[in-house]
Every structure is written in C-alpha cells, then in structure tokens.
C-alpha cells in the first residue's frame, strides 16, 4: 500500500537522522576521552529518577494531596532501592572528575577561586528556574485555595534535589584538601556516629554529620580513582564483596531497614541521613562500577550509545531537577479525569505496581516537556545557549596527561 511505503521510507529518513548524528558526536569526541565516566555518571542519573518514580506515591485523600511508598505496604519491593539509589556512583565519578579537574587547573595556573566559580556555575545555574516556578506555583496555589498540607508536600518533593546539589558543592568546594583523604577516615566517622547514635543512645541530631561523612567517603574514592589507586581489578572486587556482606550483615543482625531510601514513617531511614548501612551499601556499588569500566569503554564505542549518553550528560542536572516536577504534573493534570490508580492511589498492592509502570512513560513525556522548555538554564542564559560539554576531554586511564576540551 502507499501508505505503508510513505510510512517505511518516513521510517528509514529518521533512523538515518539518529545514525548520522550519532556518528557526528562520536567523531567529535576526542580519542582519550574516558568514556565510561559518563555512562556512569548517565546510569547514576537515571537510576535516582528511575527511583523516585517508583517508590514515591500522591495519594489523593478527599482534597488534599499527600506522600506515600509502596515499600511501606510491600516491604518485599526493597530490592528496587538496591537497583535504583546510586547517589553513591555519582559521588564516585564527581570525585574522581572534580580530582582531577581542580590538578589540570593547578598545573595550568588557574586560580582556585576561577576554577571554583566555572564547577560550581555549572551545578546552580538549572536552580534559578526551579526555584522561580516553584514560587509562582506555590503562591498561586496558595492564593487560589488549596490545602496548605498539599502545597507543603509539593513544594517538598520539588525542591527535594536540592539538598543534593548543596551537599555535592560543598565537597567539591572542598575538593584540594580531599584529594589524598583516605576513604576510610569518613567511613569511620560514619561508623562511630552510628555507634553513638543507635547503641549508646546519643542523640539522633548526631547523625547529620553523615550527611558529609557518608557521601565523602565515595568521593574520595573518586579521588583515589584519579591517583590510580583504583586501576586494578582486585580494588573493584574488594569493595564490591566487602560492601555486600557489610551492608547484608547489618541489615540481618543489626537492625538497619532493608531498604535503602527512606519509607514515610520508619523509625530509621538509611538515607536521611546516610546510615552505615547506606555506606557500605555504596561501598558495593562503587565496586559494580569499577569492575564494569571496561565493559562500558567498550560499549560506548558504539556510536549510538555514545550518543544517549553524551545527551543526558549534557542534560544532567535539568533531567535531575525537574523528574520530581513531571511527576507532580501530571499527577495534577490526572486528577481532572478522577482518581486513577498508580498515580492518586494507595501504594498498597501488586496492581498499584503495575499500574505505576504504565505510568512511566508519562512521566518521562513530561519531563521530556521540562526538559525542553529549561535547557538553555544549564549552558548559558535563557534564550542563549552556552556552550556544549557533551564531549568534555577527560584523561584516558592509561594517559598521564589531561586532554584540551573540545566543542560540538
């Protein structure tokens, strides 16, 4: 039929548009770019949107909205948090980034304050728009009427990343006194507040010093990456095998939750702050990583992986920002056909599961809809790009040299 020909050969011009600039990225990226540190900075990403998606629920209850999880109802769904929180991977790969940017900038001469201002601009300039709409939002739904438990909850998911993006800045801030800190200086101090904490009754406010602790001892895994301490496999296999026990002998025997984000009304969250469990949880993942860096070298040689990857690099920190707004949009906009299940529903049983994954690419439309509309807020200003970091030389692990960026 016509039709089916017209349809085909539409089909055959777009395959070769991707395949076309796929192949552009690819040749446009320097040789010795490592490019296994994206895809892992890529899966860390998408991992904590993934994440949120699944375990966090709007429940409608007459004319307010509040927050729930399924893994307060199905305990058994705990295995979704060990696959989708990988804060620890993104510290890992910002250490080990972040190390070695700030010696390519010494051995450069460039100040530290110049260097401090050009990483730290690039992590900020995305919040600007958040925190504008955000705003507007809250003010308006307040002035219109809504419960204030609604726009609380709302405002709270929305700006939920943040805490992420002070955490992460305050590190790389920190980033020339880090870069010869033995990771297991933090761990310790995790451990011992841990210990104050749970078994010596201190009290819980203690464990806000994990906030830096526990996320510093990834990072500087990342630095010790950067020294080449970490080349070998052996390092990979320790901390992954090491991790695993760790985290399963202090889930069995020493009361920590099974699930490693929080759940809406445990006593013990591991993430809020990070428990020793969430550490050592990351200590495993962090040795996943490692071990799959050649397989990921070798994947990202095809161009088309390359080029999803390059893409939600360069779109890194708009995806992270606004996940949690695309899910409340269109959580919003579902309520004006009723209550639907997976989306206003109780996160109580298997069918709420299912539901919710027929959801995902709604949520993933939406975003695609944030994501289009607040872009230029990460290069440049609004209406005016800046410039493209999707292929940003990094040094190749058997290079001692760093290598000049590039532009697409």
């Known amino acids: 039929m016509p039709e089916s020909s017209s349809t085909r050969r539409a089909w055959h011009g777009v395959r070769h548009g991707i395949r076309h600039g ?15 540190v994206d895809a892992l900075r890529a899966f860390a990403i998408l991992g904590v949107v993934m994440g949120h998606w699944l375990v966090t ?7 307010t909205l509040h927050t729930a999880s399924p893994l307060q109802h199905m305990p058994w769904l705990a295995p979704i948090s060990w696959a989708f929180q990988t804060l620890a991977v993104f510290f890992l790969v910002g250490g080990h980034v972040a190390t070695r ?22 992590l900020f300039k995305p919040v600007a728009a958040v925190l ?5 939002a ?76 526990g996320w510093l001892v990834p990072y500087t895994l990342g630095a010790a990456w950067t020294r ?28 920590y939750p099974a699930s490693m984000v929080g759940v809406p009304g445990a006593s013990v969250s591991n993430l ?22 050649e397989r990921l070298r070798r994947t990202m040689r095809r161009p088309l992986a390359w080029a999803a990857v390059a893409f939600v690099n360069l779109s890194a920190m708009t995806i992270f920002l606004w996940h949690q707004t695309a899910m409340m949009a269109t959580t919003a906009t579902g309520l004006l056909a009723g209550h639907l299940p997976g989306l206003h529903t109780r996160p109580d049983g298997v069918v709420w599961v299912a539901y919710r994954l027929a959801w995902l690419p709604a949520f993933a439309l939406a975003l695609t809809v944030c994501w289009a509309a607040f872009r230029s807020y990460e290069h440049g200003r609004p209406g005016r790009p800046g410039r493209s970091r999707v292929v940003r030389a990094q040094r190749s692990p058997d290079r001692a040299t760093p290598v000049r960026a590039r532009r697409v």
Do not use: M
């Open 22 to 36: 796929a192949d552009r990225i690819d040749a446009a990226t320097p040789a010795d770019r490592d490019r296994a």
């Open 57 to 63: 629920a709007l429940v409608a209850d007459g004319g």
């Open 101 to 122: 940017s700030h010696a390519s900038a010494r051995a450069n001469g460039t100040p530290y304050r110049t260097w401090l201002t050009a990483r730290l601009s690039r």
């Open 132 to 136: 504008a709409l955000w705003t507007i």
């Open 138 to 213: 809250t003010t308006a739904l307040l002035l219109t009427g809504t419960e204030f438990e609604t726009v609380r909850t709302l405002a709270k998911l929305a700006l939920s990343p943040l805490w992420f993006l002070v955490v992460f800045a305050a590190l790389t801030a920190a980033t020339p006194l880090l870069t010869r800190l033995n990771p297991l200086w933090p761990l310790a101090v995790v451990l011992h507040v841990d210990l104050l904490r749970f078994g010596l009754g201190a009290p819980q406010s203690l464990g806000w010093l994990n906030l830096a602790a």
């Open 228 to 255: 080449g301490e970490l080349e070998r496999r052996r390092s990979g296999w320790v901390l992954l095998i090491g991790g695993t026990a760790a985290t399963a002998g202090l889930v069995a025997w020493a009361g």
């Open 272 to 293: 809020n702050p990070p428990t020793l469990a969430a550490v050592t949880f990351g200590l495993a993942q962090c040795g996943l990583a490692l071990l799959l860096r």
